[in-house]
């Protein structure tokens, strides 16, 4: 044990532990919305977005992390300049939780409102996302 090696353990080196509290897994979530680079936005969601992860909503069906990060762009392109924020406190009840979030244009005025419904695995990492929009 003196090396840090410990036999019979596997740990995956490409792949950070997920945040240790929800809201921060949330916010992580939110922060890959928000991010213009690729890689660093896969390197988000490798921390809170587990690798087959699902995101439904009323324009899209997106499973795996890299599906997520081609919507975002697609996002981004269609509304640049925003920026994805909760917008109130997370619940939970066992794996599954809840929170709003809106989206705010440059200036800060939100133009858009709604609510996530989603889901964890085992490790702690977004399982499943749908997403319900309030108002544009």
Do not use: K, M
């Not at 897994?25 to 690729?38: I, K, L, Q």
């Not at 599906?67 to 975002?72: D, F, K, N, P, T």
């Amino acid at each position: 044990l003196a090396s840090g090696v410990v036999p019979g353990l596997s740990v995956d080196v490409d792949e950070a532990p997920p945040p240790t509290s929800l809201e921060a897994v949330v916010d992580g979530y939110a922060d890959a919305w928000n991010d213009p680079d690729a890689l660093s936005r896969l390197e988000t969601l490798g921390r809170v977005w587990a690798a087959s992860g699902r995101y439904r909503d009323p324009t899209a069906h997106v499973r795996g992390r890299e599906a997520l990060s081609e919507h975002i762009v697609g996002y981004q392109a269609q509304l640049p300049g925003t920026t994805i924020r909760r917008s109130g406190p997370v619940q939970r009840t066992g794996a599954q939780f809840y929170f709003p979030w809106e989206i705010a244009d440059g200036a800060g005025n939100v133009v858009a409102t709604g609510r996530d419904a989603g889901e964890l695995d085992v490790d702690g990492r977004i399982l499943e996302i749908r997403g319900f929009f309030d108002r544009p």
